[in-house]
Nanobody, 126 residues
Framework: QVQLVESGGGLVQAGGSLRLSCAASGRTFSNYAMGWFRQAPGKEREFVAAISSSGISTYYADSVKGRFTISRDNAKNTVYLQMNSLKPEDTAVYCC???????????????????WGQGTLVTVSS
């Protein structure tokens, strides 16, 4: 099992940027596709972005496409989410997740992913 710890959340004004990090330990990080999900108060958890185990392929929710970038550094066992042009509706707890399979499938299988982090809160003020 892989263990995940997120960091980098905080309070930012609309239009600003944040970079989230997710550090992994345990199993071989480079074997896992990684993803970011978010859950706003009173809403269901939703897919944000995913990246293949090699880092070659990335996938995004339409709501963040062009503003967010997912990346990974397998040497550092870390996945990142660069968030630019933030909007108040981006306010949520952001969690990273690991999947021993295809990254493009992560958005449709939130209940069956292999590991989750505890989450980091992002608050965007208007």
């Amino acid at each position: 099992q892989v263990q995940l710890v997120e960091s980098g959340g905080g309070l930012v004004q609309a239009g600003g940027s944040l970079r989230l990090s997710c550090a992994a330990s345990g199993r071989t990080f480079s074997n896992y596709a990684m993803g970011w999900f978010r859950q706003a108060p009173g809403k269901e958890r939703e897919f944000v972005a995913a990246i293949s185990s090699s880092g070659i392929s990335t996938y995004y929710a339409d709501s963040v496409k062009g503003r967010f970038t997912i990346s990974r550094d397998n040497a550092k066992n870390t996945v990142y989410l660069q968030m630019n042009s933030l909007k108040p509706e981006d306010t949520a707890v952001y969690c990273c997740a690991a999947h021993f399979g295809a990254a493009q499938a992560m958005g449709a299988m939130t209940g069956a992913l292999d590991a989750w982090g505890q989450g980091t809160l992002v608050t965007v003020s208007s």
